[in-house]
């Protein structure tokens, strides 16, 4: 099987699994689905009223409102509302496919606007900032710590200790030590939000002071996730110490050295690759309570205040675009894997 197959069937297999998800997501929230459908569009109506009213002075009361049912008809059978359940079912999965889901009741953009795919636009960039760039730094980090302790006692003691505390620390609880010790002890950091207030007008300042307030969140979750990352490195790595091809390189007097990075490194690629696109993936839908802690306007900060105000197409939106990015994330690290391990490639 070539590269190229097994890309066709990856994206076969990713298509089918999200249409899978998107239904039985579909299926649990319907009577919900339907009712902020029938919301979204008496909301695109008044807004069409209220544009009407602005611009076209000649219309008396009788025509407007003549347009107004007129174009609410519309948006009733653009969404599909008035047809059976099995158009009304593929209808409503084009436009969820298509990231239309609809207007949040009180959430609004910086922009202005309630469409809640503009939402989640604003606020998913800020999560993938985060969380992404944490974890690339735990998984490098990780990478090397795993492959030290493969030739270094002291680095094998090192991950014990750190593994003890990826197990039972929890992120928020450790976010609030660091807030208490380093934000308002010694002052060396702000304890949350993304920028300075108000935020610095020149694009380099700006940039200067989200770096300086995602300095404690990205310590934060680093400190946590880095052992856990370490400690299958070390695992991996362990096992293909003991494998005969690296006995034999070691009776043949290579250096370890040569050893560790040539020969082990190389065979642990795959399932270290693997790890680490699990990892990247499950980042980009970012953390609720870590972003609640450190108030990172970002998806999960997004959803907390979505539940506290009962703002349904906002949740929604939400588990729908998490859903897919998670499945985006996934296919990818597919593909890595495929580069990283030629057996698939000849389908072995």
Known sequence: MGFGTYIIKKVLI????????????????????????AKSINFQVAQFAQTLLKSSHNLNSTQIQLAEEKYKETLIN??????PVIDKYFIQMYNLLRLNFGTAYFIQAPSGSRDVSAIIAYYLPNTILLFTTATIIFIVIGTIIGLLSAKSRFWEKVI????????????????????????YAIRVFPPGGMTSVPPPKDPFDYGISVLYHMSLPLITIFIVNVGGFAYIVRSLVSSI????????????????????????????????????????????????????????????????????????????????????????????GELVYGILDPRIKVGE
């Open 160 to 183: 014990a200790i750190i593994a003890v505390i990826h197990s039972s620390i929890p992120t928020w609880w450790l976010g609030f030590v660091l807030i208490a010790a380093l934000a």
């Open 14 to 37: 990713y298509f089918s699994v999200l249409i899978a998800t998107l239904t039985i997501l579909y299926i649990f929230t319907f009577p919900v689905l339907q009712e902020i459908i």
């Open 78 to 83: 653009a969404y599909g509302l008035n047809k």
């Open 241 to 332: 110490m003991k494998e005969d091809f690296i006995i034999t390189a070691k009776a043949r007097g290579l250096p370890d050295s040569r050893i560790l990075y040539r020969h082990v490194l190389r065979t642990a690629s795959p399932s270290i690759a693997t790890q680490a696109i699990l990892a990247l993936a499950g980042s980009l839908g970012g953390s609720l309570t870590t972003e609640v802690v450190f108030e990172w306007p970002g998806v999960g900060l997004l959803t907390y205040v979505a539940i506290t105000l009962n703002d349904l197409p906002v949740i929604l939106g939400v588990t729908y675009v998490l859903t897919i990015v998670l499945l985006i994330g996934l296919f990818l």
